[in-house]
Nanobody, 125 residues
Framework: QVQLVESGGGLVQAGGSLRLSCAAS????????MAWFRQAPGKEREFVAG????????YKNESMKGRFTIPRDNAKNTVYLQMNSLKPEDTAVYYC??????????????????WGQGTQVTVSS
C-alpha cells in the first residue's frame, strides 16, 4: 500500500505561483513513477505531469509546458508540482498519483495504482 498526502493548494491571483507537495509513505518511494492530475468541475480528470522513479524522464501536458514543473526528492519521499504564471483555467482539484509499473511514465489515469485525496487550487482573475 502507498499513502499519498497532497498539500500546498489555495487561492492565488492570476499570474501568481504555487508549489504543491505530495508526501508518500508505505512503500519505497524510489520504486514509484509519480504524476499529477487535475479535475475541474464538470470535466474529466486530466494529466498534468509525470516523472519516472529516477527523475530521468518527465512528461508534461502540452498546454502547461513551460509553466509547470514536476521535481521529486527521493530522500524526502516527496514529489512537487511547481506552477507558475497561473491562469483562472488552472482552477481545479489537483491529485497526486503513484504507479508501481516503472517501465514507462503513463499519461493515463487508469494506469495509476494509488491516489491522494486532492488539494484545491483556485486562481482568481
Amino acid at each position: 500500500q502507498v499513502q499519498l498526502v497532497e498539500s500546498g493548494g489555495g487561492l492565488v491571483q492570476a499570474g501568481g505561483s504555487l508549489r504543491l507537495s505530495c508526501a508518500a509513505s508505505g512503500r519505497t518511494f524510489s520504486r514509484l513513477n509519480m504524476a499529477w492530475f487535475r479535475q475541474a468541475p464538470g470535466k474529466e480528470r486530466e494529466f498534468v505531469a509525470g516523472i519516472s522513479w529516477s527523475g530521468s524522464r518527465v512528461y508534461k501536458n502540452e498546454s502547461m509546458k513551460g509553466r509547470f514543473t514536476i521535481p521529486r526528492d527521493n530522500a524526502k519521499n516527496t514529489v512537487y508540482l511547481q506552477m507558475n504564471s497561473l491562469k483562472p483555467e488552472d482552477t481545479a482539484v489537483y491529485y497526486c498519483a503513484a504507479d508501481t509499473d516503472r517501465s514507462f511514465v503513463s499519461t493515463g489515469k487508469y494506469e495509476y495504482d494509488y491516489w491522494g485525496q486532492g488539494t484545491q487550487v483556485t486562481v482568481s482573475s
